[in-house]
Each structure stands twice: as structure tokens, then as C-alpha cells.
């Protein structure tokens, strides 16, 4: 299948990009790994945007950090960011950005199902995201678990559910707005004219777009009969 990505769509992807850049240097340093608006802003991007597109912004914003640019927290850049203790929670960025973009789809059992189905995709993706960067800080710090999951997990459920409910609500309004249906319905009515001595005939065309609350766009023109029996023999 070919994968077309538009202008619009590389727009998105970069202003996204740099919500994420922004959200990742506001944090709140509490022990080793401090608290951070980084998985907002992926949740935000990724149940608006969906996961191809969500992914991308995600990957633009973890390789903008990896060539040394101070996109991380506490205002960190480089390699060594990543190969380092805490460096698998920001590859599990990805995996969060993967889940979080499955709840932008749309499906129809209202607008508080899909805000649900959202926040759910969006806390399986952070549990995505705490199993891998647990598994490299492990492996690199040789620790236990329990004191892992005390040090990098259980300190920051509570504020990454509360991440994971406030990117949901203004996704669905902004996938709404920015995304909604293309497709135009189309009525053809055609009316007859006052001045049916004429021969004519009214055709009114009405364009739903739901993307613009319901707007209706019709235009008028008039044209002339082509029925055979007005045909001078």
C-alpha cells in the first residue's frame, strides 16, 4: 500500500513535534526520574493525530533529542540520554505513541464512549511505556524490582492517568475539527420554476460539510427542458 503523507499532514506532524519538545522540558523533579508533560504531549499528538502520523511526531521529537538538542527532561540532549538508566522510558515513547494513536480512531457509540476507548488506549500505551524503560533501567543499574518499580513506576501512576484523561478531552474536540468527514453528502432537487412557460426548471445542489457544523452551500441555476414532447416536429 503506498503511504501518502500531505502537506497539511508534515504541518501537524512538525507543530506536534514541538508541543512534545515543549512538554518535555516542564517537569517536576521528584527522585531519579522526574515527573513530565513529555507523555502528555505524545497522548495529545497521538489521539489526535492517530498512529501513523502520531508516531512520526513522536520519532521527530526522540531523534531531535538524540542529535544533542536539550529536548529532554531537566533540559537534556545526546545519545547518552537514551543509552542511559532512564533513557528506555523515552523509547517506550514510541510504544506509548503506537497505543495512544489506536484510541484516535472513530467509532460510533457517541462522543464519551470514544473519550473512554481514548484514555484506555493512552494507559495501555504508559504500561507499554513503564515495561520497556523498567526493563533497560534493569539491565543497566543491575537493581531489584521492587526498587525499580518504587523509583521509576509507582511514584507517577496517579500523574500520568490524570496526563492520560486531559489529552483525551481536547484530542477528540481538536480530531473533530481538524479531521472531520470529507466526504460531501449531495441533494439534488429539482424543483419546478415559477415560469413554467419557459420550460424550465430550479436544480438546488446542498453540500453537508460536518466539519463546519452542518453548513449548507447552495447555489441556483436554471436550465433549460430537455423533454422530447417540446421537440418541434
Known sequence: TN?????KDMVLCGIFAAIICICSVINIPIGVIPVTLAPFGIMLACSTLGVRKGML???VYILIGAVGIPVFAG????????TGP????????????????LGAREFKLGKLA???ISILCNIFGLALCYLFGTIQFLFITKADLAYAMSVCVIPFIGFDIIKAVCASIPAYAIRK???ADKKKKIELNI??????????????????KRAFNRIYISFLTHV???????VTK
Open 3 to 7: 503511504i501518502k503523507i500531505t502537506t
Open 57 to 59: 511526531s513522536t520519532i
Open 75 to 82: 533540559f537534556k540532549g545526546g545519545i547518552s540520554v537514551l
Open 86 to 101: 532512564t533513557g528506555g522510558y523515552i523509547i517506550g515513547y514510541v510504544f506509548l505513541a503506537f497505543a495512544s494513536g
Open 114 to 116: 470514544n473519550i473512554i
Open 177 to 179: 475539527a481538524v479531521f
Open 191 to 208: 424543483i419546478p420554476s415559477k415560469g413554467e412557460r419557459l420550460g424550465g426548471y430550479f436544480i438546488i445542489f446542498r453540500i453537508d
Open 224 to 230: 433549460k427542458s430537455c423533454s422530447t414532447q417540446q
